[in-house]
């Protein structure tokens, strides 16, 4: 069926019978292919056509005409607008499933795994008890509506438009009250929201992250300029909600902290005409520059600019699920790359004889340092710098020492500056066949964390160089999982164990655990 039969704003009946990776219905008009927002697998529907294309168009639902089986009441109000919850209308088991499907088929259809080898290797998804309320960090835009009341919320799907909502069904029940309390805040100070076309306007977002095994809640505003008007208005009112089983109250004058509470406010300077939203000069206004949390027994501090898992419960799981993966008996040298404030290093140092963390952000890894003395952990060691750089040095038996001035402790200490400049990089690499003969040349054990875009190239032809006996991979990307895969396996290693964890309830997003393995081991 050509483009000509249909147009921009027709209306079409189609029947759902397929899921496509942005969580879309997809089905077919005479042939003519159709991507259908907001439609369930198996629904028949009315649909308007939004784009035209010569072989497909993309749709959304105008009417359900017959709702499939695996079709939901949202609890949200706003899920159709908001661009956070794509597949909240399906039943969460109809989503774990197709959250497997979809990590299977981008190992099968970029990664090249066979069919045959994933059914005998991936391992059973593993879900939420309760889907609802699990984030612990959300991040709020605010701005103006159409009348030019203010109003904070969320960005409507593939716009910067903002969808008025102080209650998210994903984040924590405490950040209505408080997101309601800043708007009060700033209406009685007359203070302006943010306005991304002109870059006027002062308040931006407003960050709140929380932690779910302390209470601790962190309350940060990111803002266009370096003060706020009245702050100490703005600290007062936060300072006078508490919060009893999510609904907040007035605390009484001898009992400010109970239970869940603010335990720290603070501004983020953003001047910048950009999208990203945090700046990175942060300033306290009142109580400690960073929250706590616990995962699994281990207590962690987050800054605002930390990096942390957005759901605790699942973490836990995920992370012990890398942990099973890594195979420990306690005489195994591991190297976390990519490790943020040292989670999963922490997690895997119970079990390891030594760990290193290595993480180019060096907020996060003065968080990691701090994480590593919070829980008495002695044999970590954290790194400022790029995998490519610090792993080769440090195994060519010059260690290494990063910008920070921590060392290794091994016989001769490297700088940063000389392992990017004096050395290069294949020299580096190449350095690590010429290692002193009573030096281990590889480690045992590499994890990798990356962000969505996955591992940098030249991170991977790094562990190639280092041949670990396994590497267990932690994405939350399948897509680049599988490219990442790719490469490694056709470097000598091969795809041992495969599992899904639901981190991102609601959403298209998730997160697998791999552990692949030298096939020489």
Same mark, same amino acid.
């Given at each position: 069926?050509?483009?000509?039969?249909?147009?921009?704003?027709?209306?079409?009946?189609?029947?759902?019978?397929?899921?496509?990776?942005?969580?879309?219905?997809?089905?077919?008009?005479?042939?003519?292919?159709?991507?259908?927002? %907001?439609?369930?697998?198996?629904?028949?529907?009315?649909?308007?056509?939004?784009?035209?294309?010569?072989?497909?168009?993309?749709?959304?639902?105008?009417?359900?005409?017959?709702?499939?089986?695996?079709?939901?009441?949202?609890?949200?109000?706003?899920?159709?607008?908001? /661009?956070?919850?794509?597949?909240?209308?399906?039943?969460?088991?109809?989503?774990?499933?197709?959250?497997?499907?979809?990590?299977?088929?981008?190992?099968?259809?970029?990664? /090249?795994?066979?069919?045959?080898?994933?059914?005998?290797?991936?391992?059973?998804?593993?879900?939420?008890?309760?889907?609802?309320?699990?984030?612990?960090?959300?991040?709020?835009?605010?701005?103006? %509506?159409?009348?030019?009341?203010?109003?904070?919320?969320?960005?409507?799907?593939?716009?910067?438009?903002?969808?008025?909502?102080?209650?998210?069904?994903?984040?924590?029940?405490?950040?209505?009250?408080?997101?309601?309390?800043?708007?009060?805040?700033?209406?009685?100070?007359?203070?302006?929201?943010?306005?991304?076309?002109?870059?006027?306007?002062?308040?931006?977002?407003?960050?709140?992250?929380?932690?779910?095994?302390?209470?601790?809640?962190?309350?940060?505003?990111?803002?266009?300029?370096?003060?706020?008007?009245?702050?100490?208005?703005?600290?007062?009112?936060?300072?006078?909600?508490?919060?009893?089983?999510?609904?907040?109250?007035?605390?009484?004058?001898?009992?400010?902290?109970?239970?869940?509470?603010?335990?720290?406010?603070?501004?983020?300077?953003?001047?910048?005409?950009?999208?990203?939203?945090?700046?990175?000069?942060?300033?306290?206004?009142?109580?400690?520059?960073?929250?706590?949390?616990?995962?699994?027994?281990?207590?962690?501090?987050?800054?605002?600019?930390?990096?942390?898992?957005?759901?605790? /419960?699942?973490?836990?799981?995920?992370?012990?699920?890398?942990?099973?993966?890594?195979?420990?008996?306690?005489?195994?040298?591991?190297?976390?790359?990519?490790?943020?404030?040292?989670?999963?290093?922490?997690?895997?140092?119970?079990?390891?004889?030594?760990?290193?963390?290595?993480?180019?952000?060096?907020?996060?890894?003065?968080?990691?340092?701090?994480?590593?003395?919070?829980?008495?952990?002695?044999?970590?060691?954290?790194?400022?710098?790029?995998?490519?750089?610090?792993?080769?040095?440090?195994?060519?038996?010059?260690?290494?020492? %990063?910008?920070?001035?921590?060392?290794?402790?091994?016989?001769?200490?490297?700088?940063?500056?000389?392992?990017?400049?004096?050395?290069?990089?294949?020299?580096?690499?190449?350095?690590?066949?010429?290692?002193?003969?009573?030096?281990?040349?590889?480690?045992?054990?590499?994890?990798?964390?990356?962000?969505?875009?996955?591992?940098?190239?030249?991170?991977?032809?790094?562990?190639?160089?280092?041949?670990?006996?396994?590497?267990?991979?932690?994405?939350?990307?399948?897509?680049?999982?599988?490219?990442?895969?790719?490469?490694?396996?056709?470097?000598?290693?091969?795809?041992?164990?495969?599992?899904?964890?639901?981190?991102?309830?609601?959403?298209?997003?998730?997160?697998?655990?791999?552990?692949?393995?030298?096939?020489?081991?």
């Amino acid at each position: 069926m050509e483009r000509g039969q249909y147009n921009k704003n027709d209306i079409v009946t189609v029947m759902i019978e397929d899921i496509g990776n942005d969580g879309e219905g997809i089905g077919k008009c005479d042939g003519y292919t159709l991507f259908v927002k %907001d439609a369930v697998l198996g629904d028949t529907v009315e649909a308007r056509i939004t784009k035209c294309k010569k072989n497909y168009g993309y749709a959304r639902v105008e009417k359900v005409v017959t709702p499939s089986s695996f079709r939901v009441e949202p609890k949200c109000r706003c899920h159709r607008q908001c /661009g956070g919850c794509q597949i909240q209308a399906m039943s969460y088991e109809r989503q774990l499933v197709y959250k497997a499907d979809k990590v299977r088929n981008n190992l099968m259809r970029i990664g /090249g795994f066979t069919a045959g080898l994933l059914d005998e290797i991936m391992e059973p998804v593993v879900g939420m008890e309760e889907p609802w309320h699990y984030r612990n960090k959300a991040q709020f835009p605010v701005g103006y %509506d159409k009348a030019g009341n203010l109003v904070a919320g969320f960005y409507a799907g593939r716009t910067h438009d903002i969808i008025a909502n102080t209650d998210c069904a994903l984040g924590a029940p405490e950040n209505q009250v408080i997101l309601e309390t800043v708007l009060a805040y700033m209406r009685e100070n007359g203070v302006s929201a943010y306005r991304e076309n002109e870059g006027t306007g002062l308040v931006r977002h407003v960050l709140i992250r929380t932690g779910f095994a302390t209470g601790e809640i962190m309350v940060c505003l990111v803002i266009n300029g370096k003060r706020l008007p009245a702050e100490e208005k703005l600290v007062e009112k936060l300072r006078g909600i508490v919060f009893e089983e999510g609904k907040p109250g007035k605390a009484p004058a001898n009992k400010e902290n109970a239970g869940k509470h603010i335990a720290s406010i603070s501004i983020s300077v953003n001047t910048e005409r950009t999208n990203v939203i945090m700046g990175q000069e942060i300033r306290l206004l009142w109580g400690s520059r960073a929250i706590r949390d616990s995962i699994g027994g281990l207590a962690f501090s987050i800054s605002p600019l930390s990096f942390y898992q957005v759901n605790l /419960g699942q973490t836990e799981k995920l992370y012990s699920l890398a942990l099973a993966y890594a195979g420990l008996t306690g005489k195994e040298t591991v190297w976390d790359l990519y490790c943020g404030i040292g989670t999963i290093s922490l997690f895997m140092a119970g079990r390891a004889k030594k760990v290193y963390g290595v993480e180019v952000v060096p907020q996060a890894i003065e968080d990691a340092r701090e994480n590593a003395r919070l829980n008495g952990i002695s044999n970590v060691e954290f790194y400022v710098g790029k995998a490519e750089e610090v792993l080769p040095a440090f195994y060519a038996g010059y260690g290494y020492t %990063d910008k920070d001035g921590a060392s290794s402790g091994v016989e001769q200490e490297m700088t940063a500056e000389g392992a990017a400049g004096e050395w290069t990089e294949q020299d580096a690499v190449c350095a690590v066949t010429d290692a002193l003969p009573d030096k281990k040349r590889h480690p045992d054990v590499i994890v990798v964390d990356p962000p969505r875009k996955g591992c940098d190239e030249k991170c991977l032809e790094t562990m190639l160089a280092m041949q670990p006996d396994r590497i267990v991979y932690v994405s939350c990307d399948s897509a680049t999982l599988a490219r990442d895969l790719k490469v490694l396996c056709g470097g000598g290693y091969e795809l041992k164990r495969v599992r899904v964890v639901d981190q991102f309830g609601h959403t298209v997003h998730v997160e697998t655990v791999v552990l692949i393995q030298r096939k020489d081991t």
